[in-house]
């Protein structure tokens, strides 16, 4: 999470997305996908950084049927995709209610299709000064987007699945669970990833594999990094390493 929203870092969106490639290719060189949410556009100018901050390496994927040229400041989801590892891809777009809240592609990785769905969640921790229709819409608008999320998961499950994100929502709660029950795993399951006022020592950030992606990927590491707390977010980075 970029944590474009009420930000802890209190320096400049160029410099935080510098901050953020350096880190992330000095301690993991170059992962295979780069999940990010929370990150705001500036019409494209900030997605080019994105491409410039990692040195041109990455395939940058934003959600299909949204405008971020026009909506400079929304926040949107944003995959990057190794071009080393990555043969080719297809966005996919699930006629989201939220368009800016989920980015999903189905990537050819050694000939094979991998599903990648990384998701920002609506968020409902905190309604404080919040007008009662406000709340209403919001709780519906996350209604809304779980219950797209989870056809969608259960329509790919027995594929190779990975969905990843800040899903507002622990590990114990009743749609992580009915992941868990169709075969989802996550390495990193009960782990807190966010220190802030609303979500303290909370796990609502997700990667979740399905079986088939799980037996594939065989995950034998896993790093839950906070050492970004406070620097560029208030949510560590989660990392899994395959066999």
Not at 13 to 35: F, Q, R, S, W
Not at 36 to 49: S, V
Not at 54 to 81: A, M
Not at 220 to 229: E, H, K, S
């Amino acid at each position: 999470n970029f944590n474009s929203w009420k930000p802890v870092a209190q320096i400049n969106h160029n410099t935080k997305i510098k901050k953020l490639a350096e880190y992330v290719m000095d301690k993991y060189g170059e992962p295979t996908v780069i999940g990010i949410q929370e990150f705001i556009t500036g019409g494209g100018k900030y997605l080019d950084a994105l491409v410039d901050a990692f040195d041109g390496k990455y395939y940058v994927v934003t959600p299909p049927s949204f405008d971020y040229r026009s909506h400079k400041r929304s926040l949107i989801t944003v995959t990057l995709l190794n071009k080393s590892v990555v043969e080719r891809y297809e966005v996919i777009d699930i006629g989201s209610c939220l368009p800016n809240r989920t980015a999903y592609v189905k990537a050819y990785i050694g000939g094979e299709p991998w599903f990648i769905m990384n998701c920002y969640m609506v968020q409902t921790a905190n309604f404080t000064g919040k007008a009662d229709w406000y709340i209403s819409q919001r709780q519906e608008q996350k209604n809304d987007l779980w219950s797209e999320i989870m056809s969608e998961l259960t329509s790919q499950k027995d594929a190779r699945m990975v969905a990843l994100g800040d899903f507002q929502e622990s590990s114990d709660s009743s749609h992580i669970k009915a992941l868990g029950e169709m075969g989802y795993k996550e390495v990193t399951a009960g782990f807190p990833t966010v220190h802030n006022n609303f979500f303290d020592e909370k796990n609502i950030d997700h990667i979740l594999l399905s079986k088939k992606a799980w037996d594939d990927f065989n995950p034998v590491g896993f790093a839950l990094d906070g050492n970004v707390i406070d620097e560029i977010s208030d949510h560590s980075l989660l990392v899994i390493m395959p066999a």
